[in-house]
């Protein structure tokens, strides 16, 4: 079946360092990937997402581009900062999927210390 | 409200009691969803509901697990004769529409603690 598979954490960096962390996928079809994120003490957040082949998803800082010949969806930003400290999940929604139910990584914790 | 508000936020419940976890999703929002999130785990999807139907309930662990959604906006997932393994974060999200292209908001989910 569909599954999600993130770099284990933690990841832990000083500020202004470059980060990536790695998200693979296996998936039937053409899925759409996510990028969500959970602060200390709240909920899941979207931070960004692509929906098909070669997209870029950015969005406050981050990227992430969806490659299919790699079926990979990698979060990179160039310079963390400690307010970026927290969970990251990768997440696929299968493209033959008529509901829009996600499927996750197992997250990956980040840390950044100033 | 302005986004999707669960609770409680933490129940704690012995083994073999059964427990009932309230969603109430942003209004007007068509799709809502269950997950649970074991410690340390991605969120796992449990079911769907598309307004009142509940269209997909393949990822409920066992029959002891059930959701309902009567009027196509508050949600309740109710858990009976609970177990240890019960124990996990449970996430309600809703969308705006039924296709997938629409983001999924989450609650702050309720912390379930079975003893």
């Known amino acids: 079946g569909d599954s999600v598979t993130q770099m284990e954490g933690p990841v832990t960096l000083s500020e202004e360092a470059f980060l990536t962390i790695n998200c693979t996928y296996t998936a039937t079809g053409y899925p759409s990937l996510f990028w969500y994120v959970q602060y200390p003490g709240e909920g899941l957040q979207l931070l960004l997402k692509?929906?098909?082949?070669?997209d870029k998803g950015s969005n406050k800082g981050f990227e992430a581009t969806y490659r299919k010949e790699t079926t990979s969806f990698h979060l990179e930003k160039g310079s963390v900062q400690v307010s970026d400290s927290a969970v990251y999940f990768c997440a696929l929604m299968a493209g033959s999927s008529n509901t829009g139910k996600l499927i996750f990584g197992q997250g990956t914790t980040l840390q950044v210390k100033p | 409200g302005a986004g999707v508000s669960q609770s409680p936020r933490y129940k704690v419940a012995k083994r073999g009691q059964d427990v009932a976890l309230r969603c109430d999703p942003i209004?007007?929002?068509?799709?809502l969803f269950w997950y649970q999130q074991a410690l340390g785990q991605g969120p796992e999807f449990l079911t769907y509901f598309q307004n009142e139907a509940q269209l997909d309930k393949s990822g409920l662990p066992s029959d002891r697990f059930f959701a309902e959604r009567p009027e196509g906006s508050v949600s309740t997932l109710k858990i009976q004769r609970t177990q240890q393994e019960d124990s996990a974060v449970y996430l309600c999200?809703?969308?705006?529409?039924?296709?997938?292209?629409?983001?999924?908001?989450f609650g702050d989910g309720t912390r379930l603690s079975i003893l």
């Open positions: 209004s007007g929002h068509v799709s």
């Open positions: 692509a929906t098909k082949a070669d």
């Open positions: 999200a809703s969308s705006a529409q039924s296709t997938g292209n629409q983001p999924q908001h």
